[in-house]
């Protein structure tokens, strides 16, 4: 089992930046990627962005590209999302996610397995 909290949540302006973080515990030697996903009121869950434990594997979702950044530090078990330019559109919960092993795509909710419990991110405008 791979256990997942995230944190860094908070309430911003338009413009502002902010970083995620997601912590990883278990049995993490397992992981193959993870991923940021998120979901706004009233909408389905949708990808973010997502990397290969390892090594590369760097995907973003069109909304994001540019502006969102995904990375890790394997030694602290820990990932990240820096979201710059942030717009009232980006409001959301944003969970991370993992998975032990490969998959056909990157950007399905049921590619993952484990799933943390969700940080909120308001920007207003």
């Known amino acids: 089992q791979v256990q997942l909290v995230e944190s860094g949540g908070g309430l911003v302006q338009a413009g502002d930046s902010l970083t995620l973080s997601c912590a990883a515990s278990?049995?993490?030697?397992?992981?193959?990627?993870m991923a940021w996903f998120r979901q706004a009121p009233a909408k389905e869950r949708e990808f973010v962005a997502r990397?290969?434990?390892?090594?590369?594997?760097?995907r973003y979702a069109d909304s994001v590209k540019g502006r969102f950044t995904i990375s890790r530090d394997n030694a602290k078990n820990m990932v990240y999302l820096q979201m710059n330019s942030l717009k009232p559109e980006d409001t959301a919960v944003y969970y991370c996610?993992?998975?032990?092993?490969?998959?056909?795509?990157?950007?399905?909710?049921?590619?993952?397995?484990?799933w943390g419990q969700g940080t909120q991110v308001t920007v207003s405008s």
């Open positions: 996610a993992a998975v032990n092993g490969p998959t056909r795509g990157y950007s399905a909710v049921s590619e993952y397995t484990y």
């Open positions: 278990g049995r993490t030697f397992s992981i193959y990627a």
């Open positions: 990397l290969a434990w390892s090594a590369g594997g760097f």
